[in-house]
């Protein structure tokens, strides 16, 4: 199993550009999630889905849109990237809102 | 909303010194996770405390849980060198919550 795979690894946005960041996990977990993390303030909550279909917004839904139409993709869309965007993305997928595996991450420059 | 505070939010050890970190949610948790984030790495799951008052040991860890559910604690006993990273607290309220991630504790080992 490769786990929780992320795409692309490293990204660098002019502000206004837009982008979609790539999920991919091969356990069959139903629970999906979109992290940043910034400096000194932990993980903060995008967006989740609980099941195929299925998506809702978390702490910081601003400025992001996720679709979850398979059970293994969750893909996070930038509409307009800013400055603020600037941040580590994690995503994470887990069986039953439990323990949860991370995907490597994504780091993103908007300048 | 809910918050979940953790500190310290940086400790400096001598190796071989143990460490503590602590974590208040300021309401009842159904549960509580901590992970383990390697400098450049991804949070890793070490383990989840579900019961009041529980107490779970790993080698020279020990996670504990407080009896109305509201703090926890992960002690390092003789750090090593391996240890170095940022610990994280996640804190859930109810069997239907997201997680609420801490702000994590920076441990650095000095050999």
């Known amino acids: 199993n490769a786990g929780v795979t992320q795409t692309p690894k490293f990204q660098v946005l002019k502000t206004g550009q837009s982008m979609t960041l790539q999920c991919a996990q091969d356990?069959?977990?139903?629970?999906m999630s979109w992290y940043r993390q910034d400096p000194g303030m932990g993980l903060r909550l995008i967006h989740y889905s609980v099941g195929a279909g299925i998506t809702d917004q978390g702490e910081v839904p601003n400025g992001y849109n996720v679709s979850r139409s398979t059970t293994e993709d969750f893909p996070l869309r930038l509409l307009s990237a800013a400055p603020s965007q600037t941040s580590v993305y994690f995503c994470?997928?887990?069986?039953?809102?439990?323990?949860?595996?991370f995907g490597p991450g994504t780091r993103l420059t908007v300048t | 909303g809910q918050q979940v505070m953790q500190i310290p939010q940086y400790q400096h050890v001598q190796e071989g010194e143990d460490f503590t970190t602590y974590c208040n949610s300021s309401?009842?948790?159904?549960?509580i996770q901590w992970y383990k984030q390697r400098p450049g790495g991804h949070p890793v799951f070490l383990i989840q405390?579900?019961?009041?008052?529980e107490v779970k040991k790993q080698k020279r860890l020990t996670f504990q849980f407080g009896e109305a559910k509201k703090n926890s604690s992960l002690h390092i006993t003789a750090t090593q060198t391996t240890d170095v990273g940022t610990y994280f607290c996640a804190g859930k309220r109810g069997s239907q919550g997201n997680l609420i991630f801490g702000k994590g504790t920076k441990l650095s080992v000095k050999p």
């Open positions: 994470a997928s887990s069986r039953d809102r439990g323990e949860q595996y």
């Open positions: 405390l579900v019961k009041s008052g």
């Open positions: 309401t009842t948790l159904s549960n």
């Open positions: 356990m069959n977990h139903e629970y």
